[in-house]
């Protein structure tokens, strides 16, 4: 089992829509928590971190449930600029280790 | 304000030979790390530092060798390339790792370097 997993997808949703991902993570001291965005041929950037109160950005809102060990990244009214892959990232605890999903890809239609 | 710098951009090398992918960040970050992408494996560590002179192996370290000599520069060598080593390599760095009490600190990417070795 990989110890960050996530639905390569791809979604594909109309313009407008709301569409959430899912991650999750199988070591339960995991400390650190991100969403990444990459375009096609581009390096990942920071979209946002991950609180364990949840935090929202925009129209992007994040959760943390460490009972069931996952994350979640909620986008809302979705444009077609969104579309990318979405990567999870988990840092190791006690190391300094991050650990990468393989990502989950979006497709936003006109 | 340039981020990460990594060089070269694009790399074909001969089975056998070796090579340095140069990687500085300008940001005063302690922690900086090198990763290579693979389609459907992710981003994978190779090797890692939290600060000047301490480095530490990732995921995938073989074949690979690293050093840092100073805050801004963490070169990558590959010591005899392989074809399993055609990959898309990513330098990164960070002010800080978040543990506890710490705040989140996120990755800064360089832009890659597109390595094929044939």
């Known amino acids: 089992r990989k110890e960050v997993e996530q639905d390569p997808g791809p979604f594909n949703v109309p313009e407008g829509a709301t569409v959430a991902f899912n991650c999750t993570y199988s070591?339960?001291?995991?400390?650190?928590f991100f969403w990444y965005r990459q375009d096609c041929r581009k390096e990942p950037k920071l979209l946002m971190s991950?609180?364990?109160s949840g935090n929202e950005d925009g129209r992007f809102t994040a959760q943390l449930n460490r009972a069931s060990q996952y994350i979640s990244l909620l986008i809302r009214d979705s444009k077609l600029s969104d579309s990318a892959t979405y990567l999870c990232?988990?840092?190791?605890?006690?190391?300094?280790?991050?650990?990468f999903g393989t990502g989950t890809r979006l497709k936003v239609l006109a | 304000n340039a981020g990460v710098t990594q060089t070269p951009k694009f790399q074909v090398l001969k089975t056998g030979q070796s090579m340095t992918l140069q990687c500085a960040q300008d940001m005063n970050h302690e922690y900086m790390s090198w990763y290579r992408q693979d389609p459907g494996m992710g981003l994978r560590l190779i090797h890692y530092s939290v600060g000047a002179g301490i480095t530490d192996q990732g995921e995938v370290p073989n074949g690979y060798n690293v050093s840092r000599s100073t805050t801004e520069d963490f070169p990558l060598r590959l010591l005899s390339a392989a074809p399993s080593q055609t990959s898309v390599y990513f330098c990164?760095?960070?002010?800080?790792f978040g543990t506890g009490h710490l705040p989140n600190y996120g990755y800064t990417f360089g832009s890659g370097t597109r390595l094929t070795v044939v």
């Open positions: 070591n339960s001291a995991s400390q650190s």
């Open positions: 990164a760095s960070s002010y800080g």
């Open positions: 991950v609180y364990s």
């Open positions: 990232v988990v840092g190791r605890s006690g190391t300094y280790k991050y650990i």
